[in-house]
């Protein structure tokens, strides 16, 4: 059975930035913050890990390299070597707008099909919005039910604050 949340809604970012600090000082539950655009401080406000997409890129932008190095080098230097003007079958100056870009494709690709895949957001998932002009102009905090949890929101500034989900 799941439980009933209590949603607070802000018109400024700093009102949801001093909103998710109180929540996580008071020890009540955040379960998650809706913006119109990132917010600088919100992640630190509601005590969130540091994202791991950098080091997923990274390794993307690594087998990108690894694979344009492997493809051009096997490509020249083993299945067709060529001897043009006595040069070298592995001219590496030659290999760097292929690797950049294969690095580039690898890295950008991965990561976003990465993120796609931890946020859950499949090709037509049905969304539905916890609040009027949340995509526009409002921000909203979405905590734990509780007497604490009112408190909190009304105390940082919420201009509506409301309850969702089953209440038994």
Known sequence: MSKSTLIGIFETE???VEGASEARLSGVEIIDAYTPYAVHGLDTAMGLKQSRLGMVCFAAGVTGLLSAMALQLGTMAIDWPMNIGGKSFQAYPALI???????ILFGATITVGAFFFRSKLWTGKSVTLVAERISDDRFVLSLGNGDQARTVLESAGA???REEGPSE
């Open 14 to 16: 700093r009102g949801i």
């Open 97 to 103: 707008p292929i690797t950049f870009e294969l690095t």
């Open 159 to 161: 201009i509506e604050i």
